[in-house]
């Protein structure tokens, strides 16, 4: 889907002159020429980015921007701001999530509204105000790690120097090799500030492309420093995965506020996509998972048995369904409450996951009934695995909570096993796994049948 993105500038030849250029790079390009309209195409025409110049009548830029940051309607859009280098400390505390040049080039204006697009995707709220990111980052800075791969030590003491008492974050000066070792090793920074020219031309880009690649550094934040004659490498950086482009001595003295108020939005970048990826990680266990045992629940057994069968199919091989069920479970439930009821659950839930483990799947599909399904088992397999459950469950009483009256409970279970088998390649996983699981219900109905605490395998007489 293409991107929209508003520009906003008093000028008419310069939102002309924007348009072009954007629209040129298949961007959806809206525009406005005074706060009003700009209100408006926010509010409307929900752009993804906001292109924000001068030149207006009626308003600072500076002030626009910490209107935008404020407003609910603009929060889901990052500001990038054009503005001169003196206004750059203000812009940033206004709120703009990075600031060019008017003069900017054009690889380097399509480079960062790139990146920012990209970011964007992985924050929840990219336009946050300024104080809320500063008191967010204050209260974990001690925790933070920021590695510093310069092109020299006198370099990366200065940076260090410069830093360390406006930040507040643990420091490490490392070479290349050292950078990648820490993270070989578990030791990743949080944020990578590197030289673009290291020990070679460009060699500092090849370790951002390689740190973003390794899985403990890709979600680490980057920044990139680079020489006043080598600015053509600030597009690629941005390009490679850098959320900033800083100049090789920060600044100097009079930039160092914004070199330092960079970092700490990266950071803060950083923190939120960290806290979105445990969320949706969250979300996706939570929407697989029972929330009582832990094990995986109907939702998602039911279409990973789907799988198995389609997999044992297409290799012709075998699979086992186990359907298990606690014996008299309503018993404990009527005589100790379903505080006690529900320690049992989980009990069994850890001891069948136990025997279980990497060998197959195990899930609760509701109430007292289990799952479990065994790839590439034969029956002898599958009743042996079985019978070892079973016997798992039977040889320890479980433990009731205080609230229960607390004591101890023998508990057994009983399980009903089938046998699908891939033979003709036509035929259809879905079926298989549907009538393998029925024959394993009907297994278990056989087994309670028959005194419970045993197991029935499908279309035999053998049982324990």
Same mark, same amino acid.
């Given at each position: 889907?293409?991107?929209?993105?508003?520009?906003?500038?008093?000028?008419?030849?310069?939102?002309?002159?924007?348009?072009?250029?954007?629209?040129?790079?298949?961007?959806?390009?809206?525009?406005?020429?005074?706060?009003?309209?700009?209100?408006?195409?926010?509010?409307?025409?929900?752009?993804?980015?906001?292109?924000?110049?001068?030149?207006?009548?009626?308003?600072?830029?500076?002030?626009?921007?910490?209107?935008?940051?404020?407003?609910?309607?603009?929060?889901?859009?990052?500001?990038?701001?054009?503005?001169?280098?003196?206004?750059?400390?203000?812009?940033?505390?206004?709120?703009?999530?990075?600031?060019?040049?008017?003069?900017?080039?054009?690889?380097?204006?399509?480079?960062?509204?790139?990146?920012?697009?990209?970011?964007?995707?992985?924050?929840?709220?990219?336009?946050?105000?300024?104080?809320?990111?500063?008191?967010?980052?204050?209260?974990?800075?001690?925790?933070?790690?920021?590695?510093?791969?310069?092109?020299?030590?006198?370099?990366?003491?200065?940076?260090?120097?410069?830093?360390?008492?406006?930040?507040?974050?643990?420091?490490?000066?490392?070479?290349?090799?050292?950078?990648?070792?820490?993270?070989?090793?578990?030791?990743?920074?949080?944020?990578?500030?590197?030289?673009?020219?290291?020990?070679?031309?460009?060699?500092?880009?090849?370790?951002?492309?390689?740190?973003?690649?390794?899985?403990?550094?890709?979600?680490?934040?980057?920044?990139?420093?680079?020489?006043?004659?080598?600015?053509?490498?600030?597009?690629?950086?941005?390009?490679?995965?850098?959320?900033?482009?800083?100049?090789?001595?920060?600044?100097?003295?009079?930039?160092?506020?914004?070199?330092?108020?960079?970092?700490?939005?990266? !950071? $803060?970048?950083?923190?939120?996509?960290? /806290?979105? +990826?445990?969320? %949706?990680? #969250?979300?996706?266990?939570? &929407?697989? *998972?029972?929330?009582?045992?832990?094990?995986?629940?109907?939702?998602?057994?039911?279409?990973?048995?789907?799988?198995?069968?389609?997999?044992?199919?297409?290799?012709?091989?075998?699979?086992?369904?186990?359907?298990?069920?606690?014996?008299?479970?309503?018993?404990?439930?009527?005589?100790?409450?379903?505080?006690?009821?529900?320690?049992?659950?989980?009990?069994?839930?850890?001891?069948?996951?136990?025997?279980?483990?990497?060998?197959?799947?195990?899930?609760?599909?509701?109430?007292?009934?289990?799952?479990?399904?065994?790839?590439?088992?034969?029956?002898?397999?599958?009743?042996?695995?079985?019978?070892?459950?079973?016997?798992?469950?039977?040889?320890?009483?479980?433990?009731?909570?205080?609230?229960?009256?607390?004591?101890?409970?023998?508990?057994? !279970? $009983?399980?009903?096993?089938?046998?699908? /088998?891939? +033979?003709?390649? %036509?035929? #259809?996983?879905?079926?298989? &796994?549907? *009538?393998?699981?029925?024959?394993?219900?009907?297994?278990?109905?056989?087994?309670?049948?028959?005194?419970?605490?045993?197991?029935?395998?499908?279309?035999?007489?053998?049982?324990?």
């Amino acid at each position: 889907m293409t991107a929209r993105i508003l520009v906003a500038d008093g000028m008419a030849t310069t939102r002309i002159t924007l348009k072009v250029r954007l629209a040129a790079a298949c961007y959806d390009v809206l525009t406005a020429g005074t706060l009003g309209q700009l209100v408006q195409q926010v509010r409307s025409g929900h752009p993804d980015l906001i292109l924000l110049g001068s030149g207006f009548s009626d308003q600072n830029p500076v002030a626009i921007c910490r209107e935008l940051a404020r407003d609910n309607g603009g929060a889901q859009a990052p500001v990038l701001m054009l503005a001169n280098g003196a206004n750059r400390l203000e812009a940033l505390r206004a709120g703009a999530a990075a600031v060019l040049e008017p003069t900017v080039d054009e690889q380097m204006l399509l480079a960062r509204i790139r990146g920012l697009l990209r970011d964007t995707g992985a924050v929840s709220d990219p336009q946050r105000s300024l104080a809320e990111a500063q008191a967010e980052f204050a209260g974990a800075a001690s925790a933070v790690q920021v590695a510093l791969v310069a092109d020299g030590a006198p370099r990366a003491l200065r940076w260090r120097h410069l830093l360390q008492h406006r930040l507040g974050c643990r420091f490490a000066i490392c070479s290349p090799e050292e950078a990648l070792g820490a993270v070989a090793v578990g030791r990743a920074a949080d944020l990578y500030l590197i030289a673009a020219d290291i020990a070679g031309r460009g060699d500092g880009l090849r370790l951002l492309s390689e740190l973003r690649s390794r899985v403990g550094s890709r979600d680490a934040a980057f920044v990139v420093a680079t020489e006043p004659d080598r600015a053509e490498l600030a597009a690629i950086a941005l390009d490679l995965g850098a959320g900033e482009v800083l100049p090789i001595d920060l600044g100097g003295d009079a930039g160092i506020e914004v070199a330092a108020l960079a970092l700490q939005m990266q !950071l $803060s970048r950083k923190e939120q996509c960290d /806290r979105r +990826r445990a969320e %949706a990680i #969250r979300t996706m266990l939570w &929407a697989m *998972t029972d929330p009582l045992t832990g094990l995986y629940n109907r939702r998602y057994a039911l279409p990973r048995l789907t799988e198995i069968a389609r997999d044992a199919l297409r290799e012709d091989t075998s699979f086992a369904v186990l359907a298990l069920d606690l014996d008299r479970f309503k018993r404990i439930n009527d005589n100790h409450g379903h505080a006690a009821g529900d320690a049992v659950l989980r009990d069994v839930a850890g001891r069948l996951e136990a025997e279980i483990g990497n060998l197959g799947i195990t899930a609760r599909l509701g109430g007292e009934e289990f799952l479990a399904v065994l790839p590439g088992v034969d029956d002898r397999q599958a009743w042996r695995r079985a019978e070892q459950v079973r016997r798992a469950i039977e040889a320890q009483p479980i433990t009731l909570p205080d609230l229960s009256g607390g004591g101890r409970i023998d508990v057994t !279970l $009983s399980i009903g096993i089938a046998i699908g /088998r891939g +033979r003709d390649p %036509a035929d #259809r996983p879905e079926r298989l &796994a549907e *009538t393998s699981l029925e024959r394993a219900d009907r297994a278990l109905m056989s087994a309670k049948a028959m005194g419970r605490n045993r197991v029935m395998l499908a279309q035999t007489e053998y049982a324990a």
